[in-house]
């Protein structure tokens, strides 16, 4: 296992369509993050999960999106009725526990709505 | 409130010269674990360092070094002899053990490093 992988790289879509990312974490990780990240911005959190129970949501993650982990493998993040303020790169990561434990993050799936 | 500043937006330096990125952190916890990444051009985050909030002791690692203050909420980084591949964004970031473990990064700073 090489690191933490995203698909895809890029996605291009319109306003309103919906969109899935998928994350595959180190193996041995048991807790997913995903986070947003806007030019010039550091990241934002959006939602974490250990195993595959989302222990936490961030205000910034509205009703449009949702994430799974229905395994404690992957996981999806979702956008529904996509609107151009979605525009961002969504970035996963994983880590072995709790806080302490660096995250090691993937390439990031760059979404872009006309 | 921002829990992590990064007040150098930009900074630019001759290759071979020494930098330091300043990052001040904001906290009630007294259990809290401080990072740096860079993320360079690619767009990867890369982690470099990890440090607890109990553990004040500054380190070198090969051209890195780190510079922990508590009583200052600072968590500097230097780099020295730059190189241009030193050139990238470089994130702080702020975790802490009481209020779940997502981080709080700061805004970064984009290092440019001239040959």
Redesign the interface.
Known sequence: DTGVSQNPRHKITKRGQNVTFRCDPISEHNRLYWYRQTLGQGPEFLTYFQNEAQLEKSRLLSDRFSAERPKGSFSTLEIQRTEQGDSAMYLCASSEGQGRHEQFFGPGTRLTVL | AQK?TQAQTEISVVEKEDVTLDCVYETRDTT??L?W?KQPP??????LI?R?SFDEQNEISGRYSWNFQKSTSSFNFTITASQVVDSAVY?C?L???GT?????????TSLTVIP
């Open positions: 992590v809290y674990y990072f990444y690619s767009g990867e985050l890369v982690f990890r607890n994130f970031a975790s802490e053990a779940g473990n997502q981080f709080y990064f700061g805004t970064g």
